[in-house]
């Protein structure tokens, strides 16, 4: 089975950097996505790491190492809008699918 | 706009009764997932479809099911439904021949059982 740990609420300020931890064991690992969702709407895609390292995508960066069993989702200049949850999702590698197993989620507010 | 479409956006029904939640996967896409999101629960894999057959499954109840059809779209059937059913429920797409195969997920549909 799979199990992932993420914070469950943080709070920055705007024009700060934020880094969401994310902890999993799994008996398999095949890829690890970050996801932004906005209260009622739909997850929408920010980063996918496979390999160990950083991946940049402007203001938003992800940390992978497959060692420790850990990611980061790191947050630039952080604006109003950012204010979303952040889900942590981890691919099994196995043969039954590329199902997805959601973190909880970390809810981040950002104030003025 | 992710290219998933899911209808309808909103559902209220009763309890015992039975819905269908109808997705269209993006263009292209072979793989359709199926999740549901409560309050007190993060997002939930319920059920995979590929091309039309069945590939993964989740914590999916008896008294739910799904299909995928020839033109690719899917629908969740959910039947003799209880107050806890209530929920979110997003479909997602994916192209499974690609190495990172991203999944992206529809408007979603919520379903309210009174």
């Known amino acids: 089975g799979q199990n992932i740990d993420q914070p469950t609420e943080m709070t920055a300020t705007e024009g700060a950097i934020v880094q969401i931890n994310c902890t999993y064991q799994t008996s398999g690992f095949n890829g690890l996505f970050w996801y932004q969702q906005h209260a009622g709407e739909a997850p929408t895609f920010l980063s996918y790491?496979?390999?160990?390292g950083l991946e940049e995508k402007g203001r938003f960066s992800s940390f992978l190492s497959r060692s420790k069993g850990y990611s980061y989702l790191l947050l630039k200049e952080l604006q109003m809008k950012d204010s979303a949850s952040y889900l942590c999702?981890?691919?099994?590698?196995?043969?039954?699918?590329?199902?997805?197993?959601f973190g909880g989620g970390t809810r981040l507010m950002v104030k003025p | 706009d992710s290219g998933v479409t899911q209808t309808p956006k909103h559902l209220i029904t009763a309890t015992g009764q039975r819905v269908t939640l109808r997705c269209s996967p993006r263009?292209?896409?072979?793989?359709v997932y199926w999740y549901q999101q409560s309050l007190d629960q993060g997002l939930q894999f319920l059920i995979q479809?590929?091309?039309?057959?069945?590939?993964a499954k989740g914590n999916i109840l008896e008294r739910f099911s799904a299909q995928q059809f020839p033109d690719l779209h899917s629908e969740l059937n959910l039947s003799s439904l209880e107050l806890g059913d209530s929920a979110l429920y997003f479909c997602a797409s994916s192209d499974t021949r690609s190495s990172v195969d991203t999944q992206y997920f529809g408007p979603g549909t919520r379903l309210t059982v009174l």
């Open positions: 790491n496979v390999l160990d």
């Open positions: 999702a981890v691919r099994a590698d196995n043969n039954a699918g590329n199902m997805l197993t």
């Open positions: 263009s292209g896409d072979l793989s």
């Open positions: 479809y590929y091309n039309g057959e069945e590939r």
